[in-house]
């Protein structure tokens, strides 16, 4: 099952899920960031499978999958530099 803040949703393979979950994790991202002005987003994503230890056996029983979206918008500075006007010569003025 993945479950978010916005919808729960079955799934019978593992596979599956997070797929769809990596996918739905980057588009509410970059949503949220369009909502608050960001214009040039990038997102990065991060999946982490989580699994308890049981009679003395790594990864033997699976617990859960965390997927997080996170994104990110480039500095102002960033997007500057690409206005030719953004740099200055100083060597005219001896600096």
Known sequence: ??????????????EDAVAYGKAFAEKKAVEQARQNGAVRIDVVINHEDIYAQANQI???IYIQSHIEAIATERPEWERCEEDERFFVD???RGL
Request: no cysteine; proline share 0%.
């Open 1 to 14: 099952m993945l479950y978010s803040v916005w919808e729960r949703k079955y799934f019978d393979r593992l």
């Open 58 to 60: 790594e990864n033997d």
């Open 90 to 92: 100083t060597r005219d």
